[in-house]
């Protein structure tokens, strides 16, 4: 196998020992914040040595090229975008500390999105349409690298996708910005430019992401194991159980310990650097 280390700050010392550690036969180098150690073998100090450095560790098939994947699909709130887009908007309504607090429940899997969001929601009643716009405009931050990821996966020919516990307020204008091929998220009600607290249709949570993401995957004509998930809370675990890799980006543990591979510390193009793909 290949041990992928990769960190905001990887020194020269950190590489020999754990190429040491792992019985590696050559380092290798992938960008300015990713290495590629050949012929590596697992031992149980190399995660506590990666932990106590600050560094993103992975062993990976060396033969597996990101080109072999059809799509990717990212969650939005804290992995595609550096914020969570409802709390944001709870901001603008001043009662973010509320809504942030059942944002935190449903992320450590305390309480079911579904039960989450319509009491989130509940809370915007009343919200101008105008607000979520100012919170695009003004909060909206890309997670790092993500751009970066999307790039490396495009020219590598898979498609990519945005699927959203949020809402398509969002998804929508961020699939446009990034040239996203899909999208998928809850629509709010709004009437007389104004939030009524509640969601139209059926909620997409953690089983109503895996659904999207399976419709997709039958539309593409794809398998489950030519998909790639990336998600940070207890709600993505349906549509990483559908993907053939799964990551967790900056997750809580629940989800980390469920995912193929953990980024805790790069930004999103760590994903692409865990595969060989065209430069």
């Keep these: 196998m290949n041990l992928i280390i990769q ?5 020269n010392s950190d590489l020999r020992a754990l190429a040491k550690l792992s019985h590696a036969d050559s380092i290798e180098r992938i960008t300015g914040q990713a290495f590629r150690l050949t012929n590596a073998t697992d031992t149980a100090d190399i995660a506590d040595y990666c932990a106590e450095a600050a560094l993103d560790f992975a062993f990976v098939n060396p033969d597996r090229k990101l080109s072999e994947f059809k799509l990717i699909a990212m969650d939005m709130d ?7 887009s409802i ?26 999105f579904e039960e989450s969001l319509t009491r989130r929601t509940a809370l915007l009643q009343g919200l101008s349409q105008e607000a979520l716009q100012k919170v695009y405009d003004e909060r909206v931050r890309l997670s ?3 751009e970066k990821m999307l790039q490396q996966a495009k020219i590598a020919g898979l498609k990519t996708m ?18 996203l091929d899909y999208a998928a998220a809850n629509v709010l009600e709004i009437e007389n430019n104004r939030l009524t607290g509640k969601v139209i249709g059926e909620i ?9 993401l399976n419709q997709v995957r039958d539309e593409l004509g794809i398998q489950r194991e030519q998909i790639i998930a990336i998600g940070d809370g207890a709600n993505d675990l349906g549509m990483m159980g559908a993907a053939g890799i799964s990551i967790a980006y900056h997750a809580k ?26 430069n």
């Design 78 to 84: 804290s992995t595609l975008l550096a914020i969570e």
């Design 7 to 11: 960190g905001l700050e990887v020194s």
């Design 253 to 278: 543990p629940i989800v980390k310990d469920y995912a193929t591979y953990s980024i805790n510390h790069v930004g999103l193009d760590g994903v692409t650097n865990l595969f060989s793909h065209p």
């Design 204 to 212: 997409i949570g953690r089983e109503g992401k895996a659904h999207v």
């Design 144 to 146: 790092l690298g993500a």
């Design 87 to 112: 709390d944001e908007i709870a901001d603008m309504h001043n009662i973010k500390p509320q809504v942030a607090a059942i944002t935190l429940q449903t992320m450590r899997g305390e309480i079911s």
């Design 162 to 179: 945005v699927i959203s516990g949020g809402f398509t307020f969002f998804t929508e204008r961020i699939k446009a910005k990034l040239g």
